[in-house]
């Protein structure tokens, strides 16, 4: 495994350009089992979970090459319906095949996903989703086994606005008969990527966006050309990078609105924000303060943000109030935080976190892909050396994190790392 050894105090300045987001080219990559032929997508970034994906697609059947941030995926032979735990066990996007592969196949065998160990995320949503559209659902020895002649059109209601459920559920309803209406549902810009693949696609598919998505189901769809959206919640670490540094950064090729709750948030703190259609630019003029957060579902604050807003407040003057309220178990990297010299007290889905004049190199360890970033903005200020164990974490989400910022003067370096925990 590697780490990483960040040597702090360096102010971030120049442009960085965001790279195609995670969370919204893995459910379209698996979109494309919905269609019999070649579909290339375009602002692809190159992740671990990305190769995990086209690993897994490959399994399944289908001819997959990645160049350039170009994703060629050929569906044409694929015949293969079921994804073993030996390599799903990593990556909870997995799960994302088991719809297209029951509306498309009417069978598909996948295993219970892995993936970030900060919380439960039950699936629940997606196999009630799918009963609901006439599947059969067994779960038999950490499998699930879902089958049905063809789905059925019909009104869903999910109990909380999941993101993966609502994509799972919107790739099994295009190909339903009749008319299904998905209330309740996601709002990220993933979904809105996603859904409009789909329509590329030659899906029929009102309301992604909202909280009720109509789909009238189709017999067939064919494959496209498409592009990725970029990455909001790369976008908002960033911008932390920028701050947490006291630094002159601006972000390129991104949609600063996708990230309003964070760039809100920062500019309630005193830092300056200066918007394009496809820019922002961070600066610190003033003495910044502390501001309370309360994660929320899109276009709340990202729970995927919350780790990375923890650093900044840690060195932030004042008393900040933290509240998670998506996965009430995700404060991992407080603790790896106060071993940096931040004072910071989690008390269930709550985290106070009291400002701190400096923090101080030291051993820490990540505990998944949000702690990671976290820590290495904690990295980027603190003095001395900061060493973080199990980077690859950060690898899952952020494509060569420590190349783009040294561009722009920091100091991380990736070495093997000697010790195993």
């Known amino acids: 495994m590697d780490k990483f050894i960040i040597t702090g105090g360096s102010p971030l300045r120049g442009e960085l350009p965001i790279s195609g987001s995670k969370n ?11 269609t019999k032929g070649t579909t290339v997508i375009h602002n692809v970034p190159d992740l671990v979970d990305m190769r995990t994906m086209a690993h897994l697609l490959r399994i399944l059947g289908a ?3 990645f160049e350039d941030h170009r994703l060629t995926i050929d569906t044409t032979t694929y015949d293969f319906n079921e994804v073993p735990y030996e390599l799903v066990k990593t990556m909870r996007a997995s799960i994302y095949v088991l719809g297209p592969l029951l509306a498309k196949m009417g069978e598909a065998k996948v295993s219970l996903p892995g993936g970030c160990s900060f919380g439960p995320r039950p699936i629940d949503y997606h196999l009630r989703g799918l009963e609901t559209l006439g599947a059969t659902v067994e779960l038999k020895h950490g499998n699930i086994h879902a089958t049905c002649s063809r789905l059925k059109g019909t009104e869903i209601y999910l109990d909380f606005p999941s993101v993966g459920a609502t994509c799972n559920l919107m ?14 549902c996601a709002k ?17 598919i009102q309301g992604v ?23 909001y919640i790369e976008l908002g670490t960033f911008l932390i990078a920028g701050a947490i540094t006291k630094g002159d950064l601006t972000l390129t090729h991104c ?15 005193g830092y300056n924000m200066e918007l394009t259609p496809s820019t922002v630019r961070i600066t610190c003029p003033r003495l910044p303060k502390a501001v309370n957060v309360t994660t929320m579902p899109y276009p709340g604050f990202p729970t995927d943000m919350q780790a990375q807003f923890m650093a900044l407040m840690s060195v932030t003057p004042g008393t900040s109030m933290i509240a998670e309220t998506v996965f009430q178990s995700r404060f991992n990297h407080a603790m790896e935080l106060n071993r940096l010299g931040a004072n910071i007290h989690v008390d269930e889905g709550m985290a ?33 050396e900061t ?5 690859y974490h950060i690898d899952r989400g952020y494509e060569s994190i420590e190349t783009k910022l040294n561009a722009v003067g920091a100091s991380i370096q990736r070495v093997a790392d000697s010790n195993r925990y």
């Open 24 to 34: 919204a080219v893995l459910p379209v990559m698996a979109a494309t089992l919905l």
């Open 63 to 65: 001819k997959v090459q």
């Open 171 to 184: 790739m099994s309803a295009v190909l339903a008969e009749g008319t299904t209406v998905l209330y309740n």
């Open 188 to 204: 990220e810009p993933h979904i809105i990527n996603l859904g409009e693949v789909l329509q590329q696609m030659g899906a029929k």
């Open 209 to 231: 966006g909202t909280d009720t998505i109509k789909i009238e189901g189709v017999a067939e769809l064919h494959p496209c050309e498409c592009s990725i959206y970029a990455d």
């Open 255 to 269: 949609d600063p609105m996708q990230a309003e709750a964070v760039i809100n948030k920062l500019r309630r703190s």
């Open 352 to 384: 106070v976190v009291y400002g701190v004049d400096k923090l101080s190199g030291a051993p820490v360890m990540a505990s998944d892909l949000r702690a990671s970033a976290a820590l290495v903005l904690a990295g980027l200020v603190a003095e001395g």
């Open 387 to 391: 060493h973080i164990s199990r980077v």
